[in-house]
Nanobody, 126 residues
Framework: QVQLVESGGGLVQAGGSLRLSCAAS????????MGWFRQAPGKEREFVAG????????YYAGSVKGRFTISRDNAKKTVYLQMNSLKPEDTAVYYCAADQTYSDYVRTRLFEYDYWGQGTQVTVSS
């Protein structure tokens, strides 16, 4: 069982930056691939970025590639999402999720993730 708690959301102007954190409980965090998803009002939840258990592979949605960076610190049981050059269309609730499949590639579909955090709001003003 893994519990995930996101933090770091807030209000920022367009062009600004935020860093989200997701702290995990449980002894096997280092074996989970981790992902960030987001859900804007009236829209479906979508994949944003993912990282494999070792941190050796990452994958990004096209809309954030080059602006967002996912990383993890297995000793701290934490995954991060550094978000730069934020745009109003990045406004959403951001969720972190854990994929217990011990894989060397990032999976991007919601049902492939086993544990979810409660989400943190990111609002980007124009």
């Amino acid at each position: 069982q893994v519990q995930l708690v996101e933090s770091g959301g807030g209000l920022v102007q367009a062009g600004g930056s935020l860093r989200l954190s997701c702290a995990a409980s449980g002894r096997t965090f280092s074996r989970y691939a981790m992902g960030w998803f987001r859900q804007a009002p009236g829209k479906e939840r979508e994949f944003v970025a993912g990282i494999t258990w070792s941190g050796g592979n990452t994958y990004y949605a096209g809309s954030v590639k080059g602006r967002f960076t996912i990383s993890r610190d297995n000793a701290k049981k934490t995954v991060y999402l550094q978000m730069n050059s934020l745009k109003p269309e990045d406004t959403a609730v951001y969720y972190c999720a854990a994929d217990q499949t011990y894989s060397d590639y990032v999976r991007t579909r919601l049902f492939e993730y086993d544990y979810w955090g409660q989400g943190t709001q990111v609002t980007v003003s124009s």
